[in-house]
């Protein structure tokens, strides 16, 4: 039993002796800019191929582990290139350097009047005592390779054009930048319409009463300038007020943009009836707001009016409103509308002499047949306002009548009466004419044979 005793002791020891060997061990990882050396937080730590954790703000990490084998040590950040090494069980403490991932960055000149591309242009990037010098190519572009993360000067130089200087801010992914070159003695001018601001193409423009060119359809024009000099601008453009300024053109001038304002050119308008009668009187809306009226001669002036597209109606009582868009571009144009008269109701009443109705009596207007009179000798129908017509009402047995009506604009119940004679019975008068005829005949035969009778028995007696 006592060696049993000292056997449990002496391992109980062994196992003591391990313990201590087999010590838990502390690594200490800080994590910094290889260039700069300033500390990276958030960079995340693998462990064996483990991710295991993140750098805090001063850009450390503590690791525990058993020390009984060597760490492989993996540690990545956006922006670096991953840091790969198999560390010691004994170290203690580990600073790792990771280095900028190499970026592309690409510069591009345009020119700032034409905005076509500048080529041979001389494009120096620096950081951190480094300069990388570049021309532009034909699409005038220059292409870098620079460190992420990285704030890099930019100085760019051209024939005829003004240096340019820029900073670019590299952060973690590939760039593109474009930059616009002022032209050391080309100058830029830009027209546009003060109200809709729409380019105006074809303005004269004028540099010291000197005609310079006209603006394109972008209402742009270029041209030639000695900087820092004072001029007398001064632009032109039909249906425009002109417009003038004296300024200097400074080396930091690039577009000079003028905003002109239309000139009131007028308009007349004439209203007519359908027949082509001037109409007095009829009230003119543009743009929805009653701009005038029309006078003895169907005109109405309106000379406010600039250049540009505005809805006319025309309105008057006893015509139908009309509307059409006028476009104005020239001074004081004519614009004619021409109004239809409204239709009128009109009632029809046909009787005879006797003041007795008449149905069925056949109407025309203007040898138009439109219907019969109803059974209480009523016809209605539609006319215009202000329009003679002729109407007529024919029945068998009856004279034709005729009149001529013309409704008023206002008359709202308007009517007209058609008085018709009977026509003669020509078959009764025939027939008694022949019976007369008759008797007559008759008369006469009867007479005749009594002559004859007479006369017979005048001889008897002569002869006795």
């Not at 240096?163 to 474009?178: G, K, S, W």
């Not at 032209?183 to 003060?194: V, Y």
């Not at 423009?205 to 001029?231: C, E, F, H, M, W």
Request: hydrophobic residues 40%; contains cysteine.
């Amino acid at each position: 039993m006592y060696s049993q005793r000292h056997r449990f002791l002496f391992a109980l020891l062994c196992v003591i002796l391990l313990c201590s060997i087999v010590q838990a061990t502390n690594l200490q990882i800080s994590v910094q800019d290889s260039i700069d050396n300033s500390t990276i937080p958030h960079a995340t730590v693998f462990l064996n191929g483990a991710n295991i954790a993140r750098t805090n703000n001063l850009g450390q990490v503590y690791l525990t582990h058993s020390g009984l084998n060597d760490l492989k040590i993996m540690v990545s950040m956006t922006g670096y290139d991953d840091w790969i090494k198999t560390v010691s069980r004994n170290e203690t403490a580990l600073l790792i350097n990771l280095s900028r991932k190499t970026l592309t960055l690409k510069v591009s000149l345009f020119d700032s009047d034409t905005l076509v591309p500048v080529s041979g242009a001389l494009v120096n990037i620096s950081a951190e005592n480094v300069t990388i010098g570049k021309q532009t190519d034909i699409s005038g572009s220059a292409l870098f390779g620079v460190t992420a993360a990285t704030l890099y000067s930019v100085d760019i130089e051209a024939p005829d054009y003004q240096p340019r200087h820029a900073t670019i801010d590299m952060a973690l992914e590939n760039r593109e930048v474009q930059y616009w070159l002022l032209s050391g003695n080309r100058f830029a001018i830009e027209i546009k319409d003060k109200d809709g601001k729409a380019a105006v193409p074809d303005a004269e423009v004028r540099i010291d009463s000197a005609l310079v060119g006209k603006t394109d359809a972008k209402g742009r024009l270029v041209i030639p300038v000695t900087r820092g000099n004072t001029y007398s601008i001064e632009i032109r453009k039909a249906g425009y007020q002109t417009f003038t300024e004296s300024r200097i053109i400074s080396e930091a001038d690039a577009i000079y943009s003028v905003e002109i304002t239309k000139a009131p050119i007028g308009a007349f308008i004439y209203v007519f009836d359908e027949n082509h009668a001037a109409i007095n009187g009829a009230d003119v809306y543009i743009n929805g707001i009653l701009s005038g009226t029309t006078n003895q001669y169907g005109r109405s002036t309106s000379p406010g009016l600039v250049s540009g597209t505005y809805p006319v109606e025309i309105r008057k009582a006893g015509y139908v409103t009309v509307s059409r868009p006028i476009l104005v571009s020239n001074p004081n144009e004519d614009y004619t509308f021409e109004m239809t008269f409204e239709n009128a109701d009109l009632s029809l009443f046909v009787k005879d002499n006797e003041q007795k109705i008449v149905q069925n009596a056949s109407i025309s207007i203007n040898g138009n047949v439109l219907g019969v009179t109803d059974d209480r000798g009523q016809y209605n129908t539609r006319l215009k306002f202000n329009t003679p017509y002729n109407i007529t009402a024919s029945k068998d047995g009856y004279q034709s009548a005729s009149i001529q009506k013309q409704v008023i604009s206002g008359n709202a119940t308007a009517t007209a009466t058609l008085t018709m004679e009977k026509s003669l019975d020509w078959g009764l008068i025939t027939i008694i004419a022949a019976g007369i005829v008759g008797i007559l005949v008759l008369f006469a035969v009867i007479r005749m044979f009594g002559h004859q009778r007479k006369r017979r028995h005048i001889i008897r007696r002569n002869d006795i």
